[in-house]
T-cell receptor, first 114, second 114 residues
Framework: AQSVTQLGSHVSVSEGALVLLRCNYS??????LFWYVQYPNQGLQLLLK??????LVKGINGFEAEFKKSETSFHLTKPSAHMSDAAEYFC????????????FGPGTSLSVIP | DARVTQTPRHKVTEMGQEVTMRCQPI?????VFWYRQTMMQGLELLAY????????DSGMPKDRFSAEMPDATLATLKIQPSEPRDSAVYFC????????????FGPGTRLTVT
């Protein structure tokens, strides 16, 4: 069965430090991979996605993620954390061109320390 | 700036009462999703529509929950009768149905059942 795991339910970084949020998936077919961000009292919004092609994808707000098939991973990074990055981050996966359902991971809460 | 709208944004009701939540998907989107978010369970998919037809409602308690799309501009989620364990934030999301899995979330309805 397909699933998504996120290592660390809570991550704290200092302002200006590297942000690394981990995501691993299990899938029997090539996946589409996503990172969504949720700010307090808001819905989720798409940060970036991987479907096919280049394995390093860039998203909004300086975030990027790399699809590593051999490691079944799609970790999210940002070189320098900003206070405004504090939010909940969800990794998600879907499959195939006719399949709209998305499986979301449990989420990682990111805190940024001044 | 097209966005998904949800009403009401907040709802407080007593146990046993009927609750109806409404969602207006982005014009032109043909997939609609209902999610429930709680601290304990995270983000759960309740129901999924494509072209107004329900494709998957396996995540929804059938005895008290129902979801419909009377037309392409309105999706509803109804709980009857409501129970305290239904207290959560309910999100609606819509998508283009191209199979790439990208979803656009509304701001959510925060439901409190006392």
């Amino acid at each position: 069965a397909q699933s998504v795991t996120q290592l660390g339910s809570h991550v704290s970084v200092s302002e200006g430090a590297l942000v690394l949020l981990r995501c691993n998936y299990s899938s029997s077919v090539p996946p589409y991979l996503f990172w969504y961000v949720q700010y307090p009292n808001q819905g989720l919004q798409l940060l970036l996605k991987y479907t096919t092609g280049a394995t390093l994808v860039k998203g909004i707000n300086g975030f990027e993620a790399e699809f590593k098939k051999s490691e079944t991973s799609f970790h999210l990074t940002k070189p320098s954390a900003h206070m405004s990055d504090a939010a909940e981050y969800f990794c998600a996966v879907s499959w195939g061109t006719s399949y709209d359902k998305v499986i979301f991971g449990p989420g990682t809460s990111l805190s940024v320390i001044p | 700036d097209a966005r998904v709208t949800q009403t009401p944004r907040h709802k407080v009701t007593e146990m046993g009462q009927e609750v109806t939540m409404r969602c207006q998907p982005i014009l032109g989107h043909n997939t609609v999703f209902w999610y429930r978010q709680t601290m304990m369970q995270g983000l759960e998919l309740l129901a999924y529509f494509r072209n107004r037809a329900p494709l998957d409602d396996s995540g929804m308690p059938k005895d008290r929950f129902s979801a419909e799309m009377p037309d392409a501009t309105l999706a509803t989620l109804k709980i009857q009768p409501s129970e305290p364990r239904d207290s959560a934030v309910y999100f609606c999301a819509s998508g283009r149905g191209t199979g790439a899995g990208e979803q656009y979330f509304g701001p959510g309805t925060r439901l409190t059942v006392t």
